[in-house]
């Protein structure tokens, strides 16, 4: 078992709505260890793809983002969650988002100028439960005309649908925990 799956099995704690909770290493406190982990993991799987950008979404894809966009030598750019007074600017890609752990729907944006058709792009994010956050900020990348060349993801709620929606949708995903399910509030992953 990879050390992330361990601390998610030490550490984690399940909601209801299917809610894994991992504040002490992901999404408040950030261990630097895990995210090398993870990061690694995903270079490894998504080298030699001459990316030239990292997009994620605010807050948690931040961290993990910048350490892979660090190694690569390439920008990291976050979508910004939209109030109503950015939306009136012309010079942003936007699209609307359902966010699953605050049930609603909100605009995610991106100013113009940091995403160009020849640029190859990297998404990764914290968590994939419905596909909403991975398919909006993929949608946002291809407003612009670039390409996405992956998706990253740290932990996959892989019992719900958005791994399914982004594999339909043709994108390529590594995640790199695969949660098979958090029935009674027990985390069991697919094998690895
Ligand atoms: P999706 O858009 O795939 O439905 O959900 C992904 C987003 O929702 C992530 O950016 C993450 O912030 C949040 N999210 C979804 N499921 C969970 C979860 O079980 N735990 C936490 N901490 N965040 C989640």
Redesign the pocket.
């Known amino acids: 078992m990879g050390e992330l799956n361990r601390r998610i099995v030490t550490d984690g704690q399940v ?1 209801p709505g ?6 002490s290493f ?2 408040h406190q950030i261990d630097p260890e895990i995210m090398h982990e993870i990061t690694g993991k995903w270079l490894e799987y998504f080298k030699d793809r001459e990316i030239t950008k990292i997009l994620t ?1 605010e807050a ?2 931040i961290a993990p983002a910048i350490i892979v966009a660090s190694t690569l030598g390439v920008p990291m750019l976050f979508a910004k969650k939209a109030t109503p007074s950015t939306l009136t600017n012309h010079d942003l890609y936007t699209t609307p ?5 605050k049930n609603v729907t909100n605009e995610i944006l991106v100013s113009k100028k940091y995403l160009s058709p020849d640029d190859k792009v990297l998404i990764v ?12 900020l993929a949608d946002l990348v291809e407003q612009s005309g670039a390409e996405v060349v992956g998706i990253g993801i740290c ?1 996959e ?1 892989s019992y ?1 649908p ?1 791994r399914q929606k982004l594999d339909d949708a043709g994108y390529e995903v590594y995640s790199v925990s695969r949660i098979q399910s ?1 029935a009674n509030g027990r985390v069991e992953f697919l094998s690895e």
């Open positions: 909601f299917d809610v894994l909770k991992v504040d992901l999404n979404i948690s894809g988002v359902h966010s699953y752990t994010d914290d968590f994939l439960a419905n596909g909403e956050a991975a398919l909006g932990i709620k719900q958005g958090l």
